[in-house]
């Protein structure tokens, strides 16, 4: 017996168990053994990250903190990166990808403080401040969510804007959320041919994900490097599904690192 489902046998036989009496045995398709495989990575990135959070928090949940009358600025320097890559170079490649084949146009303008970048499902925007190596992970992240919004509309419901403190039993979702969009936008960098990048974007991505979650938690904007952790597990590149940009709306007041 062969199931359509990739979780679903290849095939099933009966033998004798262990008990002696007879029993169906069941073994994984290959795409079944291929999507566990992939789900398993996923997991162990998002528990990196997890702890990353955690850590950030002393180990529980943080208290939002008291407002300033005059608020530091947020942070918005380079952040560390898992090695030399020529990010400029890259980001002229992915640019072009995402403008030629996926049909989203990518506009670099001033974007005012405390944003560094925004969508609105058919065009990608940036600040012409950012270094090629924060340009080049907007490029990708900013794309994996361009993705989301115009295949899920649960998606686009999750991507909006949240105000802290967000209710502790959202953060998986929102987690999850980011995490796919991760796996996209790896998934574009190997489409494009750059595939030396991946524990760069995994450790980049995880470092976001913590900074979100943190200022989620408190509403406090915290130097991103204090999230980041070299060699976190790597993310898995998710396959791009075709879609039709659609203009939706900017994130005009969100937060993006």
Not at 40 to 60: D, H, N, P, S, Y
Not at 184 to 211: F, N, Q, V
Not at 225 to 253: D, G, H, Q, Y
């Amino acid at each position: 017996m062969c199931g359509k489902a990739p979780w679903t046998p290849r095939c099933t036989e009966w033998r004798k168990s262990e008990t002696g009496r007879e029993a169906k045995f069941y073994r994984l398709t290959t795409k079944g053994r291929a999507q566990l495989k992939s789900e398993a990575a996923g997991w162990a990135w998002l528990t990196e990250c997890v702890g990353l959070i955690l850590e950030g928090t002393g180990g529980g949940v943080a208290q939002p903190v008291a407002r300033a009358e005059d608020p530091t600025p947020p942070y918005n320097g380079p952040v560390p990166s898992a090695g030399d890559l020529p990010f400029l170079e890259l980001s002229v490649r992915v640019q072009e990808q995402i403008e030629r084949r996926y049909h989203v146009r990518v506009v670099t303008r001033d974007i005012p403080d405390p944003l560094i970048g925004d969508l609105d499902g058919a065009e990608i925007h940036i600040d012409f401040a950012v270094t090629p190596e924060q340009r080049l992970f907007l490029l990708a992240h900013l794309f994996g969510h361009t993705v989301q919004w115009n295949t899920s509309p649960e998606a686009f419901d999750i991507g909006k804007t949240r105000q802290p403190p967000v209710d502790e039993s959202l953060l998986p979702t929102l987690l999850t959320y980011e995490r796919e969009a991760a796996a996209y936008g790896l998934a574009l960098l190997h489409e494009t041919g750059i595939r030396e990048a991946d524990h760069w974007l995994s450790d980049y991505s995880a470092c976001d994900l913590a900074y979100l979650a943190h200022f989620y938690r408190t509403g406090e904007k915290r130097d991103p490097r204090s999230f980041w952790r070299s060699n976190v597990p790597l993310v898995e590149p998710r396959r791009i599904p075709a879609f039709t940009p659609t203009k939706l709306v900017f994130r005009a007041n969100g937060v993006v690192i």
